[in-house]
């Protein structure tokens, strides 16, 4: 994956040779090389691995990606095997500390890039390694309870402290750092999105779902898990289905809640309004013939599919999760509700139903968000600067 040498100032090594001449740079002796590693991945975390990679090719850094078996299927390049664990056995854990020992040691890399948790747990068991930079997508509090979160916190807050960089992605994950990381240990930067566009008209997606023209129709993309709280969205439609005649609605992906969340359709009676599209190639699609785009989630990072919608320039409900307080206003760029509520998310639904040219208002001005903040150029840049700063760093001592 590398293109032209990517050649970074921070890097520069100044020499002096004596006293009486001027200290001058020597760049470095070939091209900055990161190695991307992530762990097991259906969503967002692999999107924005592939596009972030891509990106950093093109501006001329050698990039290696790295991961379980098949995790960059369908959305990017792979380039090598790694096989961090879904879980925490430490048998797991050594056999893919084995794996990453000899990636690296086969080519030289300034920087580790780890994605998630699990992958930096893998990355810290090595040495040595080059010094690790880790992406919190997700903290342990949004996935355990009980014992088992008071466990996997402590080995949380390990990683966090022994890690050399944390690139954090929403407010909620900074707050939990503070007092864990000093803050210039610390960089705000949001996921790479792709940046997406339709590939069938709207009226063909529409026809091939079963939806009519003129159906007022609402899409949700997300893997069908706890976290995204589908649950709540089909109780919302059992409201929304009294108040705005002929309303459909299609939920796109597929997870181990399906079956459940199926038989839940049944039992609310939104079997004719509801429809469970299942696994779709490109999203975007969906996305475009909707009339609202919703997002139901109980916790996330900074969620991808936020940014395709916003950029796509459709009306988004969303629940106040992640980064969506910190970049959209409600009424204005989104319809913003409390997590879980139900009730009010499927009033904001039926407000935008009703009123298209509002809803078009909110459309067009996420747009304008999603044009400044979630500019993916922009995005690897900063990036660029943590590699570059930590790779620095570690030529310095």
């Known amino acids: 994956m590398v293109n032209v040498p990517h050649v970074c100032t921070a890097c520069y090594i100044y020499v002096v040779p004596d006293r009486d001449v001027s200290p001058h740079l020597v760049a470095p002796p070939r091209a900055m090389r990161v190695l991307e590693l992530l762990g097991p991945s259906t969503g967002g975390i692999r999107a924005h691995v592939a596009e972030l990679s891509r990106r950093l090719a093109a501006r001329g850094w050698g990039v290696v990606v790295s991961g379980p078996t098949g995790v960059m299927d369908g959305v990017g390049e792979q380039d090598a095997v790694v096989a961090v664990p879904a879980g925490w056995n430490p048998v797991a854990l050594r056999r893919s500390r084995a794996q990453l020992h000899v990636l690296l040691g086969a080519e030289p890399f300034d920087v580790l890039h780890a994605h998630g948790l699990k992958a930096a747990l893998v990355a810290l068991g090595v040495r040595p390694r080059p010094p690790l930079v880790l992406t919190v997508h997700n903290l342990v509090g949004g996935t355990a309870a009980g014992m088992k979160a008071r466990v996997l916190g402590r080995i949380?807050?390990?990683?966090?402290?022994?890690?050399?960089?944390?690139?954090?992605?929403?407010?909620?994950?900074?707050?939990?750092?503070?007092?864990?990381?000093?803050?210039?240990?610390?960089?705000?930067a949001l996921p790479v999105s792709p940046r997406r566009s339709p590939d069938h008209p709207v009226a063909e997606v529409r026809a091939e779902h079963g939806v009519g023209g003129d159906s007022p129709l609402v899409v949700v993309v997300a893997r069908h898990h706890p976290q995204k709280d589908l649950g709540m969205f089909l109780r919302a439609m059992v409201q929304v289905r009294a108040a705005v005649p002929g309303v459909r609605a299609l939920m796109v992906g597929d997870g181990p809640e399906r079956n459940s969340l199926e038989a839940e359709c049944t039992r609310l009676g939104l079997v004719d309004v509801v429809s469970f599209a299942g696994f779709r190639p490109n999203p975007a699609d969906e996305m475009q013939a909707a009339d609202v785009v919703a997002l139901s989630s109980r916790w996330e990072g900074s969620p991808?599919?936020?940014?395709?919608?916003?950029?796509?320039?459709?009306?988004?409900?969303?629940?106040?999760?992640?980064?969506?307080?910190?970049?959209?206003?409600?009424?204005?760029?989104?319809?913003?509700?409390?997590?879980?509520?139900?009730?009010?998310f499927a009033a904001a639904l039926v407000e935008l139903l009703d009123d298209p040219a509002?809803?078009?208002?909110?459309?067009?001005?996420?747009?304008?968000?999603?044009?400044?903040?979630?500019?993916?150029?922009?995005?690897?840049?900063?990036?660029?600067?943590?590699?570059?700063?930590?790779?620095a760093a570690a030529i310095a001592h």
């Not at 690139?167 to 610390?186: C, F, K, M, N, W």
């Not at 909110?362 to 590699?387: K, N």
């Open 156 to 188: 949380e807050r390990s990683i966090l402290r022994r890690s050399d960089h944390i690139v954090v992605i929403s407010d909620e994950i900074a707050r939990h750092l503070t007092g864990l990381v000093a803050p210039e240990r610390q960089t705000f």
């Open 304 to 344: 991808l599919v936020v940014a395709e919608c916003l950029a796509l320039g459709r009306p988004l409900v969303t629940t106040a999760v992640g980064t969506v307080a910190r970049h959209l206003v409600d009424g204005v760029s989104a319809r913003i509700v409390p997590v879980g509520d139900h009730t009010a």
């Open 358 to 391: 509002r809803a078009a208002a909110i459309g067009a001005a996420g747009q304008a968000v999603a044009a400044s903040t979630f500019d993916p150029d922009r995005l690897v840049e900063a990036i660029e600067q943590v590699y570059c700063g930590v790779a």
